[in-house]
């Protein structure tokens, strides 16, 4: 099936009879697959992931939803960014880049006969496989963390597949999906070599479209995209497509701001993978560039109103990312493509959020129960008890005057009641009623 088979780098086994992982069961090391050498490039017409079959294991069925293929546009309308190549990933089917890894897994599984498997993802690998799992009729079971946006397990539902919540992180979830993979169930992560080979065809795709990309930049996230978009340059390079691999730039988020922003960021990197990105970076001149999350929010919602394009945000990082480098290492915008990896959509609560002006978005809530509802968390959870406090522990988005109306509508329910102290400050505590239509709450919202 394979055209070169993957192995450790490390110790050389071949591991592929134990497990898929990008990580070496024996030692921890990277399996490697050396650059594949393919036709010509005028030999190969772009329709989907498997026009670039000479580059991906032979199997005799393929599953396709018609991934790959994403277009590439131009900005347009942000004036200090014209001209930049941006490479819609979210045009894919389930909206993500990850669409190309799940049309390889299933076909691949379909074609050695395994009929079940586990994922393990914070979302958009798990959607984009529960999509191909209903075409191929394989049997998939998604182990998410349980904090999970509720809008993005009900996709996976909605395709038929099984949701098992696990653990507060990714990394449990993996961890635990990881033990399922016994007894021909085949388990899907992020890291996996199917994932990184069907990935990679984003590489080739841009290396097809031209040989004078000079800079790449890549949300880094777990570092398995980067690391495949670099492994589709390298069969690229070996292909004769290119004289020489682009720069690539790694966008990663101040650690601060992980866990509000940008969920598909916080999975962690093994540190083999984090030492092979290193290289990659090194190797091709490019670098790591940290960015704030607040600054992503509102590239991404900017792109939407000034170019029509309605992306996650931590496929605005990348944009940011290019603001940087133009302004401080002057490269040229021409010959830059920036990936946008998945869809706005994917990321709702995120921008209602913000464009509500509250911490977290609750669907089928307005704005004010939001907001009443936060207040009695703060109050119930002794975080803060008197207006300014919670004012302030709401981010101070709202006017202080709104939060003491709200504190006056909930005391007048008798859900919160309140002593007066010092210079008539009222401080509050919640009562048994108000602990009662919490809990109830509690129960209905996804993220808590
Ligand atoms: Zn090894």
Known sequence: MWKKKPYCIK??????????????????????????QGPEKSKIKISNIWSFSPFLPSLEKV??????????????????????????????????????????????????SISKLVCSSSGSLGISLSAYSALAGLELTNIVPSNLELSKIEQMKVYGSKVVEHGSTTEEAIEKGRELQKGGVFFASSDNILTVEGQKTIGLEIAHLSETIENIIIPKGSGSLFYSIYRGFEDALASGWIEKIPSFYAVSLKQEDLDFYAESLKIPTPQTLSQKIGDILLKTKGKEIEIEGEKMIDQALLLAKKEGLFIEPASASVVVA??????????????????????????????????????????????????????????????????????????????????????????????????????????????????????????LIDFL
């Open 11 to 36: 110790c050389k086994k071949d591991t592929l009879s134990i497990n898929f992982d990008l990580l070496c069961p024996f030692c921890g090391s990277i399996q490697n697959i050396d650059p594949i």
């Open 63 to 112: 599953y396709t939803l018609s991934e790959g293929n994403t277009p590439i546009l131009l900005i347009n309308n942000i004036s200090s960014l014209k001209g930049l190549k941006l490479k819609l990933e979210f045009r894919n089917p389930t909206g993500s880049f990850r669409d190309r890894a799940s049309s390889l897994i299933a076909s691949y599984l379909s074609s050695s």
């Open 322 to 443: 290019a603001n940087q480098l133009l302004e401080n290492e002057g490269i040229n915008v021409d010959s830059t493509v920036a990936l946008l990896s998945g869809s706005g959509l994917n990321a709702l609560n995120i921008f209602a959020s913000k464009l509500r002006g509250i911490k977290k978005a609750v669907w089928g809530l307005s704005e004010k129960s939001t907001t009443k509802f936060e207040i009695l968390d703060l109050i119930s959870r002794k975080k803060a008890n008197h207006g300014y406090a919670i004012w302030k522990a709401l981010g101070k988005r709202k006017s202080l005057q709104s939060i003491y109306q709200h504190l006056n509508e909930l005391e007048e329910k008798n859900l919160i009641s309140s002593k007066i102290k010092g210079k008539n400050k009222k401080y509050y505590s919640i009562t048994r009623k108000g602990i009662d239509a919490y809990s109830k709450m509690r129960e």
